[in-house]
């Protein structure tokens, strides 16, 4: 009777402890997930809406009237990698930087893409941490200006 009380309050106890990792971990999540990379809009005078790189691609790449993104933070990707499918926009680097370890940015289904740096400092850049990957990955006749 001991033993079988102990293990349920063992078990018990551990299921506290791996809730109590998650919820840490959610929050954590939460407060750097909240902090917006990028502004989007019709112009650079106009960006009335902010969130993830990959929100802002997808925004330009489902909505014409979308041409205009601007970096707002660093975009660090790891492994991962962002990609636009489709549309004619702007990026705007400001200054800021995008970087992965294996193609960090790639362009598909005939995206049309001016990339620029209006920052003072013109430091905006797309790199590619592996030495044998380039930064950016074009396919399906998408181009660069």
């Keep these: 009777m001991r033993k079988a009380t102990f293990t349920k309050i ?3 106890l551990t299921m506290l402890a791996m809730l109590l990792t998650l919820t840490v971990a959610f929050a954590v999540g939460v407060s750097a997930e909240g902090t917006a ?3 989007w809009g019709t112009d650079a005078a106009n960006l009335t809406n902010e969130g993830t790189l990959q929100e802002a691609l997808n925004a330009a790449g489902g909505d014409a009237s979308i041409t205009y993104i601007k970096l707002v933070s660093d975009v660090a990707l ?9 549309g004619k926009f702007t ?3 400001n200054g800021k930087a995008i970087t992965g370890d294996t193609y960090p940015f790639s362009l598909k289904n005939a995206t049309d893409i001016t990339i620029e740096d209006t920052s003072a400092e013109q430091t905006g850049k797309i790199e ?3 030495s044998s990957a380039a930064a950016i990955a074009t ?3 998408s181009a660069i200006n």
């Design 78 to 86: 790891g492994d991962s990698y962002v990609m636009a499918k489709g």
């Design 10 to 12: 063992a078990s018990v």
């Design 37 to 39: 990379q990028a502004q």
């Design 91 to 93: 990026l705007d680097l």
């Design 139 to 141: 396919l399906d006749n």
């Design 128 to 130: 590619s941490t592996s």
